[in-house]
């Protein structure tokens, strides 16, 4: 399981980085799930060799603009290059009219279907590569994060279990190990009723705009890794009151620490942190503050920063890093 920053700026872009994006890549380096889409996502995806075509789905943290304006855009390329694999959207209720008003407005008609699903009323989702839960959050306006959690661990079929339901050998087999439900005899077989894990399932959380980290405490159990946001340093944050909904590095470097996590990557970084030491607030800031509350492996999100979560657990930089200012 990849991680792959499309974007780690919070509210508006700067010259070294664009909005919020992020896309969770699979072992085979294809199929991927799109985490915000934030405006101009689909410029930065044509930095990388991801593709339209490996999208599985596309998951909605909220509805503020620097999270979802990206969004048309994207779909109407997808379009445009002739996908025609149904599409998965969830997102908050209201992203759908607006979506769909815009494709009409536009006369963007798109050769596939699109499939959403509203958060308000989820219940999770799955298929054969990730399950996917939600959890709300606190800001402004109601915030989702969402805890993708690996459905196939290195898997091997129950056998004495195959036999003993009477599922004959062959083709069936072969489905269910490739975790495609089938049909036999007029009952649906479900694959992970038929497959034993060889090793625990890695799990990764991301969070959309939150002030309170503490409400991923449940979701964070057994992850790997949280990616969460660190808009402010904690005296920004103090001085302002911290009226904004957003969590500082303090917070959730803090939070990290009291639940375990063996990896934390922070990311929607206020554009008044800069990469120059001594010229202002920079990035050594949130690092330092964030560093000397979690002792964990730590990560500050850059744009195009490529992560790879081994099964071992381990997360570490990628050696298809791509190239690019942060």
Request: net charge negative; glycine share 10%; hydrophobic share 40%.
């Amino acid at each position: 399981m990849d991680l792959l920053f499309l974007g780690t700026s919070s509210g508006t872009p700067t010259k070294a980085r664009n909005v919020s994006g992020l896309a969770l890549v699979e072992d085979s380096g294809k199929g991927w799930y799109l985490i915000d889409c934030g405006e101009a996502t689909q410029h930065q995806l044509l930095r990388t060799p991801l593709t339209l075509h490996g999208l599985r789905a596309i998951f909605i943290t909220h509805v503020h603009g620097d999270h979802c304006f990206g969004l048309p855009g994207l779909l109407a390329s997808a379009g445009m290059a002739r996908r025609q694999e149904p599409l998965e959207i969830i997102a908050p209720a209201a992203i759908e009219g607006w979506v769909r008003a815009t494709l009409e407005m536009s006369q963007s008609r798109l050769p596939y279907e699109l499939r959403f699903h509203a958060i308000e009323t989820f219940e999770g989702w799955r298929n054969p590569q990730v399950r996917v839960e939600a959890i709300a959050l606190s800001h402004r306006v109601p915030s989702w994060g969402y805890r993708f959690t690996e459905a196939r661990p290195d898997p091997r079929l129950d056998i004495e279990k195959l036999d003993r339901d009477g599922i004959p050998r062959g083709p069936l087999w072969g489905q269910l190990v490739r975790g495609h439900d089938v049909e036999f005899q007029g009952h649906s077989l479900r694959s992970e009723d038929y497959l034993l894990s060889t090793r625990p399932p890695r799990r990764v959380v991301v969070a959309g705009d939150n002030d309170r980290p503490e409400l991923l405490r449940d979701a964070c159990q057994d992850a790997h890794v949280l990616v969460h946001e660190a808009t402010y340093t904690q005296p920004i944050a103090d001085a302002g009151k911290n009226d904004f909904g957003h969590s500082t590095a303090a917070q959730v470097a803090a939070f990290a620490q009291s639940v375990g996590l063996p990896n934390l990557v922070l990311t929607h970084f206020s554009a008044r942190y800069q990469n120059a030491p001594g010229r202002g607030l920079s990035m050594d800031d949130i690092r330092a503050e964030a560093a000397e509350r979690y002792q964990g492996e730590l990560f500050l999100a850059k744009d195009l920063l490529w992560l790879r979560l081994g099964k071992d657990g381990v997360l570490g930089f990628d050696n298809r890093i791509i190239s690019g200012e942060a």
